[in-house]
């Protein structure tokens, strides 16, 4: 068993949190020309990511962070969006970075990633772009998909970093691995995108809920 508890995860899940308060406040400046592709590329494979989920009505991004993809999934007009993060510190800093009129379209809460405070079955999908790319430990990453699991009534939609040699620093998986706990959470995989292939920019994955 790992010695690290999932509070020690969603504390990590904090200390990132600066970083992106910092890149969402760069949104409005000058970028270079690979960030621009980047966000342009993520943001083509959300959109591509959420048709094959079947355009869900009932979302949930879990460790929503600043709410960096609220304006995308606000996008189709019946969405119904919920956002929860494990800091109420950075839900209140999350409604300082968009209009009022998205606000009113997005209900926040507070709430672990282990024990997400819904019922089961309780949303059409799960999006999770920021949060799997600060799980370290495997037994967590699996105790999440299975919590993820759970409230999901369909399909999961997340992000992570398939491990390369190229990129040592961040956190990575093999793809083997993160399949097989995938099927062992009760996925099956839908679609899987790379952002920029060979970037080391993550891959996108489109899961289906099992019965």
């Known amino acids: 068993m790992s010695s690290q508890p999932p509070s020690t ?10 970083r992106e ?9 000058p970028v270079g020309v690979l960030q621009r592709l980047t966000r342009w590329r993520e943001r083509s494979l959300i959109r591509r990511a959420l048709k094959i989920a079947g ?19 606000a996008e189709h007009g019946n969405r119904v969006i919920l956002a929860a993060d494990p800091s109420a510190g950075m839900l209140d800093h999350a409604r300082t970075h968009h209009s009022s009129g998205l606000l009113a379209r997005i209900t926040l809460f507070q709430s672990s990633v282990f024990t997400i405070d819904m019922s089961e079955n309780a949303v059409d999908c799960i999006f999770c772009m920021q949060l ?3 799980v370290r ?16 009534r ?4 997340l992000s992570l970093c398939i491990k390369s040699s190229h990129y040592p ?5 093999a ?4 399949e097989a706990q995938f099927s062992e959470a009760g996925f099956s995989i839908l679609k899987q995108y790379d952002v920029l292939p060979g970037r080391g920019a993550g891959s996108i994955f489109v899961l289906r809920k099992e019965t």
């Open 154 to 157: 369909d399909t999961l939609i």
């Open 169 to 173: 620093q961040r956190i990575c998986v």
């Open 132 to 134: 799997f790319h600060h």
């Open 175 to 178: 793809k083997e691995e993160v």
């Open 9 to 18: 995860i969603e504390l990590e899940f904090a200390e990132s949190y600066d």
């Open 21 to 29: 308060h910092a890149q969402v406040c760069r949104d409005v400046g």
């Open 137 to 152: 430990d495997s037994e967590h990453r699996l105790a999440i998909l299975r919590e993820l699991h759970r409230v999901s």
């Open 55 to 73: 355009e869900p009505g009932l979302v949930l991004d879990l460790a929503c962070g600043a709410g960096r993809f609220w304006p995308l999934l």
